[in-house]
Every structure is written in C-alpha cells, then in structure tokens.
C-alpha cells in the first residue's frame, strides 16, 4: 500500500465519521414536531359518499370496512414539509397531503384510508404509491395523456 493510498483511505474513513456525526447531530437538532407527525381522523358518513385524496410523495393504503366511517391514519416524515388539510362537506371528504417547495424534499408519508363499502374514492396522486386491501368490486384506473 502507497503512503497516497493511505491517505485515500484515511480521508475516506474520516468523511465517513462525519457524515454520521453530522446525521445525528441534525437528527437530534430538530424537535420531533419536525421530524415525524401521526394524523389521525374519523368523518361520520350516512350513506354513499366519495372520498377525494390529492398527495405528492405519498404512499397511500386503501381499505374497506363495514360501518358509518372514513377513517384516515397517516405517517408524516419530515412533518415540517408537508401541508395537511382534510374537509368534509355534503359533496364528499377531501384529503390533501402535498409537500412543501424546500423541505418538501425530504418528507414523506405513509397514508392509510378505511373506507365503508359504499364510499367511492378519487386519487390524484404524484409521485405515489395506490395500494388496496381487502376490496370487492371494479377498480378503474384510467390512462393520461399527460407525460
């Protein structure tokens, strides 16, 4: 081994050290608020009703259940990047979870959706995942045009 390989290998295994340094000392920086959030809600429904979901960089888990209720649980990390927003109204249940421009980057989310067997659902996903569970009946999922 040359004295630069050496050095090659020393400078690497510092960067490495610092890197991880670095990672823990950021991790430990933030408040957990910034870090990782769980959003829980429950919206009373009577009868058929639509359940529209818009999410960037979400991974999204579609159940169905018996009952009066859409129930949502979602996983945020890196929180701070993200905007949340749920509504109910007589049109139906909206669920928007989009990433911020900075931080947005980084975060992500884990979203799980239950939802009564007479409920519909309307996806507008980018960069996400549509997983389903435990669902009886037609699934359509259309073609885009757009690239």
Known sequence: MTDQDSTEQETAEWLSKAV??????????????????VVSQQF??????????????CRVTVRRRAGGAVRLDANL?????????????????????????????????????TLPPDCDLVADLEQGDLL????????????????
């Open 20 to 37: 991880s340094i670095g990672a823990q000392l950021l991790k430990n920086a933030l408040p957990s608020s910034l870090t990782r959030e």
């Open 44 to 57: 009373e429904v009577a009868g058929p009703t639509t359940v529209f979901v818009k999410a960037t960089g």
């Open 77 to 113: 990390y890196v929180s701070a990047g993200l905007d949340v927003a749920t509504q109910q109204d007589a049109a139906g249940i909206y669920i928007v979870i989009l990433r911020k421009r900075v931080l947005g980057a980084a975060s992500r989310s884990r979203v799980q959706i």
């Open 132 to 147: 389903f569970e435990d669902v009886s009946g037609r699934i359509t999922v259309p073609g885009s045009a757009a690239p």
